[in-house]
């Protein structure tokens, strides 16, 4: 059960955003969840892929990269862009910034990350790409 890793590279598009979390869901599966921490995990995993497609490839579709690995009842999410990258990586943290705001976008892509996952760590470089680390601890009657 423990020191599992799985790697997904999908094209940076809208329609991969719904399997990619799906992926993940079912990924986690094996240390018993609940329906709740499955569910915050797929909307972190959602909003991070989303900001992948949205900010990091604004004009041609690229790469993203998902790693998870399960550790001592732990999840760990990795997902990686090799888009524009974030200029201020404070500033993107905020609620409610956003560098979209003519497309009604609500800037709150990390902070629903940091709401639902139990730690998110973001590094990213101009014109090389943006990386998330997230990772939850998944507390289960059954185990």
């Given at each position: 059960?423990?020191?599992?890793?799985?790697?997904?590279?999908?094209?940076?598009?809208s329609?991969?955003?719904?399997?990619?979390?799906?992926?993940?869901?079912?990924?986690?599966?094996?240390?018993?969840p609940?329906?709740?921490?499955?569910?915050?995990?797929?909307?972190?995993?959602?909003?991070?892929?989303?900001?992948?497609i949205?900010?990091?490839?604004?004009n041609?579709?690229?790469?993203?990269?998902?790693?998870?690995?399960?550790?001592k009842g732990?999840i760990?999410?990795?997902?990686?862009?090799?888009?524009?990258?974030i200029?201020?990586?404070?500033?993107?943290?905020?609620?409610?910034?956003?560098?979209?705001?003519?497309?009604?976008?609500?800037?709150?892509g990390f902070t629903?990350?940091?709401?639902?996952?139990d730690?998110?760590?973001?590094k990213?470089?101009?014109?090389?790409?943006?990386?998330?680390?997230?990772?939850?601890?998944?507390?289960?009657d059954?185990?």
């Amino acid at each position: 059960m423990n020191n599992n890793k799985m790697v997904l590279k999908i094209s940076a598009i809208s329609e991969n955003e719904h399997f990619a979390r799906t992926v993940v869901g079912c990924f986690v599966l094996r240390l018993n969840p609940s329906v709740a921490q499955v569910s915050d995990i797929k909307t972190a995993v959602s909003e991070a892929v989303t900001n992948c497609i949205v900010h990091g490839y604004p004009n041609n579709p690229g790469e993203i990269t998902i790693e998870a690995y399960i550790e001592k009842g732990n999840i760990h999410i990795n997902i990686f862009d090799n888009g524009v990258g974030i200029s201020n990586i404070e500033e993107a943290l905020q609620p409610f910034y956003t560098t979209k705001g003519d497309e009604e976008r609500s800037g709150m892509g990390f902070t629903i990350m940091q709401s639902f996952m139990d730690s998110v760590e973001v590094k990213s470089k101009l014109n090389e790409g943006t990386k998330i680390y997230m990772s939850k601890k998944i507390i289960s009657d059954a185990v």
